[in-house]
């Protein structure tokens, strides 16, 4: 039994090598029924295969293809984006089909000649060219979705459908139109490029069309308190703004619902009011705080369309919102100041032409009701801005380069002036002042300050530890300047050198011809350059000396004035003509005079 079985396994063995040698062929030669790109190269050479092939590619490289995309045809030549096929892998890979030793490549053989084998071959391109082919395309079919919309002509709503969008297929449209410009069939007419659909994200707005529609359908009314506003469908219209972007709702918005919400705040709006401090003498005391109101300018514009998505007329009434408005500086914050009495006040005297008058009121309402934080340092400039003309300040006399002059804001010193020695009397660290150039007899000796902006400042550091409050009172004829806080009981003692002269005068003459001849009149004695010095002791309420300043103060001569008659005309004398004759060799030149 063994051997019978060991005889029929040797003899399939036998059969099967006979059977594998007698399909084996040559191994220099295809497998018979291998096809490469459906071109049967079965039975040839290597060599012989990519001949053909290549002879067939050549054959196709200016022939184009046309592809389909969105309707418009497209004509694309393989040599336009460097299509070529590798024929030499593909027929490598065809030689693998029917490759092996012996009765196994045999069976390899029958296997390709019974159920066939196609190979294709691997493409290159220039990718830069087919990508800028593929742009082409695109941007010429490509289709952005549309959603659905609402449109508005007068007071009527008009719904407008969704339309879907298109967009190529890129990478699978790249491997398409390389498939297709590589291959040696060409049977296709048209080669379709394939597109992806892209849905709107609104399909439908039927029912914010119905909304729309009701809110235009009647006026609405507005409500804050007793006062009442009436919004007419044509204004309704133009601050709904209708559903767009993907939105599906209506809103109030848009610049013109944002320019009417900010009107109608401004109507609607009650600035609040800091808390201040009355003076009454020595004593201060704090004026509450009133808060003011603002318009809710989010909630109006939601009470409003709530109120026309109404359908009974009553009903479409929107209450006005509003919010409380703090005022900057609250009672508490107020009171926490600890401003309760008065620390020094000083006035000064003034009068001139009615425009000085108006600048000295002026500048005194800049400062006015100025607070200095404990450790601040006041500075006029910055307090009062630059002076000019936009802020009502005329022209009236000033001293400009030691001269007395008109420029805008004459006066502005007066206030300055005041202001300086009410700090001075308060013991405050004064850290800049600068004297006129020319001495002013009005202002007490030694103590006058000028400001000029923004270079010359007065400029003092509140160092009581408590806030502090400047007030100017301002009368016809005199200025107040007072400093309120926590009083600190600090002494000040000054003394004053007297005013010394420097040489004297310099005299400006100036001709007069309504004067007689030798006659001379005096405008001004003038003044000699002049100067003085003010010290100032600054003590505690326990007696320790604070400060110890000296202000050294000089002032430019004014010079003399003085008018005088023109000088006597003396006769003219007469002379005889006389002639004086020159002569060269080329010309003869007479000059006469006369007598």
């Avoid at 071959?121 to 289709?143: D, S, W």
């Avoid at 800049?366 to 607070?371: A, C, E, P, T």
């Avoid at 400042?457 to 409050?469: A, K, R, Y």
């Amino acid at each position: 039994m063994r051997r019978r079985l060991l005889f029929l396994l040797l003899s399939i063995v036998t059969t099967a090598v006979v059977l594998g040698l007698v399909f084996a062929g040559s191994p220099t030669t295809l497998a018979t029924g291998v096809t490469i790109d459906g071109i049967d190269v079965g039975g040839l050479q290597a060599a012989q295969a990519r001949a053909l092939l290549q002879r067939r590619s050549d054959a196709l490289a200016n022939t184009p293809v046309v592809f389909l995309a969105g309707g418009t045809r497209y004509s694309i030549r393989p040599s336009e984006l460097g299509v070529e096929p590798d024929w030499k892998a593909a027929v490598d890979a065809a030689q693998r089909q029917g490759d092996g030793f012996g009765p196994i490549r045999g069976f390899k053989r029958l296997d390709v000649q019974v159920f066939g084998a196609d190979v294709t071959p691997p493409m290159t391109v220039l990718n830069g060219a087919l990508n800028y082919q593929l742009g082409l395309i695109a941007k010429a079919v490509n289709r952005a979705p549309r959603n659905a919309a609402i449109v508005r002509h007068g007071l009527q709503i008009v719904v407008l459908p969704a339309q879907a969008g298109r967009v190529l297929d890129r990478v699978a449209s790249a491997r398409t139109i390389v498939k297709e410009l590589g291959a040696l069939d060409r049977s296709a007419a048209n080669v379709e490029l394939p597109f992806r659909v892209q849905q709107p994200r609104v399909r439908a707005l039927a029912a914010a069309a119905r909304q729309a529609r009701l809110a235009l359908s009647a006026p609405v009314r507005l409500e804050l308190g007793k006062t009442r506003w009436l919004l007419s469908r044509a204004k309704l219209a133009r601050l709904i703004k209708l559903p767009v972007g993907g939105r599906t709702t209506l809103t109030i918005a848009g610049p013109a619902a944002d320019d009417w919400l900010a009107r109608l705040g401004k109507r609607v709006e009650k600035p609040a009011q800091d808390a201040g401090f009355a003076v009454g003498g020595a004593h201060v005391r704090v004026v509450p705080a009133v808060p003011g109101i603002r318009l809710d300018g989010v909630g109006a514009a939601t009470a409003l369309l709530h109120a026309a998505l109404k359908r009974r007329p009553e009903l479409r009434v929107a209450q006005l919102p509003v919010r409380e408005a703090p005022a900057k500086l609250s009672t508490e914050a107020a009171r926490a100041m600890h401003i309760s009495g008065i620390v020094s006040t000083y006035t000064t005297v003034f009068g001139g032409v009615p425009n000085r008058i108006h600048n000295v009121e002026l500048v005194s309402h800049l400062v006015d009701r100025k607070l200095i934080a404990p450790g601040a340092t006041f500075s006029f400039n910055k307090t009062t801005g630059e002076r000019n003309a936009s802020k009502g300040f005329l022209v009236a006399p000033v001293i400009v380069n030691g001269e007395v002059t008109t420029g805008l804001g004459g006066g502005v010193c007066q206030v300055s002036t005041t202001v300086f020695n009410a700090a001075f009397e308060a013991g405050v660290k004064i850290t800049e002042r600068t004297n006129h150039a020319l001495y002013i007899s009005h202002y007490p000796q030694g103590r006058d300050a000028t400001v000029n902006y923004p270079d010359v400042d007065l400029q003092f550091v509140n160092d009581t530890g408590s806030w502090m409050l400047l007030r100017t009172f301002v009368s016809s004829s005199s200025l107040t300047v007072s400093l309120y806080g926590t009083p600190v009981h600090r002494r000040v003692t000054s003394t004053t050198t007297p005013l010394v002269s420097h040489g004297v005068p310099p005299v400006k003459k100036t001709i007069d011809p309504e004067l007689k001849p030798g006659e001379k009149i005096v405008d001004d004695p003038g003044s000699p350059a002049l100067s003085t010095s003010v010290t100032r002791d600054v003590y505690t309420a326990a007696g320790k000396l604070l400060y110890h300043d000296t202000w050294y103060s000089s002032y430019r001569a004014l010079p003399k004035l003085v008018r005088i008659g023109p000088p006597l005309k003396k006769p003219k004398k007469k002379h005889a003509a006389t002639t004086t004759t020159t002569t060269t060799s080329t010309s003869t030149t007479t000059t006469t005079q006369p007598g």
